[in-house]
């Protein structure tokens, strides 16, 4: 705000200056057509005019300059909660290693009371191209870029779902690579956290689907644990039935949304890197089916 | 007054008759020569086709990005456009008309017959516009248009690991490397040819304290330019060998660094806008004076702020990567850096403000622009420094507040000096003044634009709309305001239409202009309008820095006054 | 009294000849696509992740570089014997420089050949590798430019068809020699001293 408030200043005085002298000294049709005094230059109004901004140039980067210090020496709490972020081409992966936990595109945390803060501190780093963190509502962006880990901090202090996006391009579908912040309170975040511990849920009606996926090329890209499912380049699906969304955001996770998907991602989200699975009618419902209960 | 020829001697008043030449003489003659007036033309010709162009890529984002969740374009082919939207209106319209206003303009203004090497001159012209060609046909080179083109994909920097083979395969990052290699090698010829004019072809009596400000603002920038493109073209290098013989120079996989292309491409990405803008300021210091009717205040300031301006924009490029987690010790070295540059650049604001005051404004199409122009480059210079905060950059850095940003500085102020600079210089070279109705439906058509498009664009940035994508969702509340921004975009493209009608028009159907329809001061207005090929029949000698004002106002010569 | 005059040129207004203007700027251009190169060699070094390290297989060229140095030596006088109007002693120092030159180049030839089928190191090996043969590469591709450049001097020379009023433009092309070989200091401190 300081730093509006000035600009705005400057922009008020040197903008209303400027007017005052196109409106004062145009011409007119009384004018005579003698030429104007020419003045060539003045030392001391040229001095003034250097020091004056020289001095709102220091004052300007002494606060920013604390700001940043600040924000990047922030000290790091016990009670903080370490997810590692990785992104990936058009999604995100989140891993809370403390927990044992590892999801995708929608990051759950604790909020925070400003007596006993228990920010997030992400530690992040790309599988593949440039990406960046963006979650406006709740910090500036940190980028996210191959062989390099930046760290950042999140701290919000109300619950609610925070909308965010990739920031920097990535390719085909850098506007879809959503994500989706949820800030909970302590209770509701915990016992997310004990679900999401456990492993896929086995539930017997859908046994087939479930041999459907495990003999299919999904296992090549997806994990769902507690299966031979292991795969790393895609999402890891063992909850994806908690999940509001899936595609990393783009689209809302209903079971015929879901069928959709894995029948021609591509028709959904055109350049995304899951490939058509080319299955039959019978096999994509009953997959679908079983997937719809991962909770 | 204006309209009689100042200098006895100057230009010769005899012309033989000739046939009418053949068109195939005609041709031949344009692609042969190595007159710098001819070279100017061919390159401001050849930006506006680009700027076209370019301008037809924004109109197809601005249509898809109106509503949210539109379908207009496929993902592929938006970022297509904005990747050959960026490139072109850097690379294809900015360089090359702000190279050929100064090719057209420089030896006239320094009483030179020529560019100092007028063969170099042609090359540059040729091997860059032939990079803008090779960029095009990308478009139809490769899987062509079946299937969806090969035009480049990648933004216009390009940020590697994204163009690495593996990530873009195919032939179109080359295209973009290999177009903007070339147009660099021009890039490069002609500022060489530019400063080496500057030195070594001053007219006697010209010394460089009595320049035009225009001189010795091109000759800063080209000085810029032989730093600041180099590393452009050493990146590009590295980036060919990456993709064809196997080089890991930002090859994450190998051990390389994506953030290794961004400072490379940054030392050159941020000195490119001040070449960008420096000859836009070159051309408001000589409109501005001329139409508020006195000299302008602080010439030696002007210079040294301009020096200042350029040493101090080699040290500022990390501020389009305060958000790579550089640490607080840069952050805060480009933040300062960032903030000192507004120093230099508000004492120019003042200087043209203190030109105008006390002055008698007449307010021609060329100077309404320039108006324009001081507000808006004050504008831009604002939003310019709160992004040089860090923590504001945060936020802001890749959104559309940024795109806002740049915007406001490239047409806000560059294309609108430009536009100025064609209404003031069409006159000397073609003889013939533009309409000043035309150039009035022109300005406010264009300013309408330029403001709701513009102005309205900072607003989905704070809200946290990020740039390059080919579409949002409907709840992030982002959908009014890119109404308002693809709205804005239909007034700049009647303006732009009056523009070019009003260029083809007054060619042949405008009023006789004289050597002199201004008024003005420095030499070009000494000789016909158009020049003869060899400029002036005899070098002339001057004694200051207004060599006509001298001779207008024989009692009152700049000569017993310049500080 | 006209402040314009359009009287004969004051012979007292000289100013600096163009050609030493250009290869001034092409030299401060060409300097900025070097240190680039060299940013990213200093920046790599010891970061390759496998595959062979400079310590291992670079030996220091320590006639090539003597030859190249010298070679500045001899252009000098090559420009300074034609101001003179020397041309046969023009052309011998001429014919001097490219043959120094030359062996420059063979003794980069001949390195490269052993890096490659002795250390099995290439531009793809690793990131040395990749940093190395673009920087040496760059400055090669220089060298090669500037002996093209020289041996068309040392035929139209030969020819007789070169005099003292063209000795400005055998400086113009002379400096363009002492830049490459100045880069070569740069390039040999850089890679054989403080890479090692």
């Known amino acids: ?211 459907v996926f495990l003999h299919n090329a999904c296992i090549n890209c997806h994990t769902i644990r507690g299966t031979s499912a292991a795969g790393r380049f895609g999402p890891d699906l063992t909850h994806l039935a908690g999940r509001d969304t899936i595609a990393s955001g783009a689209i809302r996770n209903t079971p015929a949304n879901l069928r959709k998907w894995i029948d021609n991602p591509d028709r959904m989200k055109p350049g995304c890197l899951m490939p058509a699975m080319h299955l039959n009618d019978h096999d994509l419902t009953v997959v679908t089916a079983y997937l719809t209960t991962l909770h | ?261 961004m400072h490379f491409f940054w030392i050159f990405g941020h000195p490119e806008v001040y070449i960008l803008v420096l000859p836009a300021f070159g051309f408001a210091n000589e409109i501005i004076p001329v139409f508020s009717r006195k000299a302008i205040f602080g010439y030696p300031a002007m210079v040294a702020a301009t020096v200042a301006i350029g040493f101090i924009s080699l040290s500022v ?114 003889g013939r003044m533009l309409d000043e109705t035309l150039g009035k439906w022109h300005f406010w058509l264009f300013l309408i634009g330029f403001h709701l498009t513009f102005d309205f664009m900072h607003i989905p940035g704070v809200l946290g709309m990020p740039r390059r994508i080919y579409t949002y969702e409907f709840d992030r509340g982002w959908g009014v305001w890119n109404l308002i921004v693809s709205c804005g975009v239909i007034f700049q493209v009647v303006a732009i239409g009056c523009f070019v009608f009003n260029l083809l028009r007054s060619y042949s159907k405008g009023r006789i202009a004289g050597p002199d329809p201004w008024d003005a001061w420095t030499l070009e207005w000494s000789t016909a309008s158009p020049p003869p090929v060899y400029n002036f029949a005899t070098i002339p000698t001057v004694q200051s820095r207004r060599p006509l004002w001298d001779l207008k106002h024989p009692e009152d010569p700049d000569s017993n006054y310049e500080m | 009294m006209s402040t314009v005059s359009t009287t004969l040129p004051d012979p007292s207004w000289t100013l600096p000849s163009r050609g030493l203007v250009g290869i001034a700027c092409l030299i401060v251009a060409e300097s900025a696509v070097f240190i680039i190169f060299v940013v990213a060699y200093i920046f790599y070094l010891g970061k390759s992740i496998s595959g062979p390290t400079p310590h291992d297989v670079l030996d220091v060229p320590i006639i090539g570089t003597i030859c190249l140095l010298s070679s500045s030596l001899t252009v000098y006088l090559a420009v300074r014997a034609l101001r003179k109007n020397k041309v046969r002693l023009c052309s011998l120092w001429l014919a001097a420089t490219v043959l120094l030159g030359s062996i420059f180049l063979a003794g980069t030839a001949r390195e490269w050949y052993q890096l490659i089928y002795q250390h099995g190191l290439t531009i793809r090996t690793n990131l040395f590798g990749t940093t190395f043969y673009s920087l040496v590469g760059l400055h090669a591709t220089h060298v090669i430019v500037g002996l093209i450049m020289l041996t068309l001097a040392l035929v139209f020379a030969l020819l007789g068809r070169v005099s003292e009023a063209n000795a400005g433009r055998l400086d113009v092309l002379s400096l363009y020699w002492h830049f490459v070989d100045a880069v070569w200091v740069v390039v040999f401190s850089v890679v054989y001293i403080l890479g090692r």
């Not at chain 1, 290693?97 to 997030?120: C, F, Q, R, Y």
């Not at chain 2, 650049?345 to 105008?356: E, Q, R, S």
């Not at chain 2, 199409?365 to 950059?393: E, N």
């Not at chain 2, 559309?400 to 047409?411: G, K, N, P, R, W």
């Open chain 1, 1 to 211: 705000m300081f730093v509006l408030a000035i600009t705005a200043a400057i922009f008020l005085a040197v903008g209303g200056v400027l007017a005052y002298v196109l409106i004062r000294y145009r011409q007119r049709a009384t004018d005579s057509d003698r030429e104007p005094a020419q003045i060539y230059g003045s030392n001391q109004i040229e001095l003034s005019w250097t020091v004056i901004p020289v001095l709102i140039v220091v004052v300007l980067f002494l606060t920013t300059a604390r700001v940043i210090f600040n924000t990047e020496y922030a000290s790091k709490p016990r009670s903080a909660l370490d997810v590692v972020v990785i992104g990936h081409q058009f999604w995100w992966e989140f891993r809370y290693p403390k927990l044992g936990i590892v999801t995708a595109n929608e990051l759950h945390i604790p909020v925070s009371d400003p007596n006993h803060p228990a920010p997030t501190y992400l530690e992040m780093s790309s599988a593949d191209t440039d990406h960046s963190f963006w979650v406006p509502r709740l910090a500036g962006k940190t980028d996210v870029i191959p062989n390099r880990v930046n760290v950042m901090w999140i701290d919000p202090e109300s619950p609610g779902i925070y909308l965010g996006q990739c920031a920097q391009y990535c390719g085909v579908q850098h506007a879809k690579m959503l994500i989706r912040v949820y800030g909970q309170s302590r209770g509701d975040f915990d016992r997310w956290v004990a679900q999401q511990q456990q492993s896929a849920n086995q539930d017997g009606a859908r046994e087939e689907g479930q041999s």
């Open chain 2, 1 to 261: 007054m204006a309209d009689s020829l100042p200098l006895t001697g100057a230009i010769d008043l005899t012309s033989a008759p000739k046939a009418r030449p053949l068109a195939l003489e005609v041709l031949h003659a344009w692609v042969t020569t190595v007159d710098h007036k001819k070279i100017g033309l061919m390159y401001i010709g050849y930006a506006l086709v680009f700027l076209v162009i370019a301008g037809l890529e924004a109109v197809v984002m601005r249509l898809q990005l109106a509503v949210p969740e539109n379908s207009l374009v496929s993902p592929q082919v938006f970022n297509r456009m904005f990747t050959m939207h960026g490139t072109t209106m850097v690379f294809f319209v900015g360089m090359p008309i702000l190279f050929g206003f100064g090719n057209y303009l420089i030896p006239l203004m320094l009483g030179a017959r020529d560019m100092a090497f007028p063969r170099l001159n042609a090359f540059s012209f040729w091997i860059a516009a032939f990079g803008g060609l090779l960029l095009y046909f990308s478009f139809l080179g490769g899987d062509g248009l079946y299937g969806a083109g090969t035009a480049p994909d990648v933004g216009w920097f390009a940020y590697a690991p994204l163009t690495a083979k593996v990530f873009s395969p195919g032939h179109s990052t080359d295209y973009w490397t290999l177009g903007i290699l070339l147009s660099g090698v021009g890039t490069i010829g002609t500022a060489l040819n530019i400063v080496t004019t500057i030195i070594a072809l001053r007219c006697p009596g010209m010394k460089l304290s009595r320049m035009p400000l225009l001189v010795w603002l091109y000759f800063i920038t080209c000085c810029m330019v032989f730093v600041a493109v180099g590393p452009l073209t050493a990146a590009q290098i590295m980036l060919s060998i990456d993709r064809y013989l196997g080089g890991h120079f930002f090859d994450t996989q190998a051990g390389g660094s994506a953030v290794l292309w």
């Open chain 2, 317 to 430: 490029w990390a501020h389009h990567m305060f958000t790579v987690g550089l640490g607080p010790g840069a952050n805060t070295f480009f933040t300062l850096a960032t903030m000192v540059i507004a120093v230099p650049t508000g004492i120019k604001i003042f200087n043209w403000i203190a030109t105008l005051s006390g002055g008698n404004i007449r307010f021609t199409v060329a100077m309404m622009f320039c108006v324009a122009f001081l507000f808006q480059f004050l504008v831009a210079g604002l939003t310019g420094i709160m992004l040089s905060a860090s923590p504001f950059d945060w936020q802001l850095s890749g959104s559309y507040f940024v795109v806002a940003h740049f915007h406001y500085v490239l047409v806000g102020a560059i294309l609108f000096t430009i536009f100025a600079a064609f209404y003031y210089w069409f006159p000397k070279m073609s």
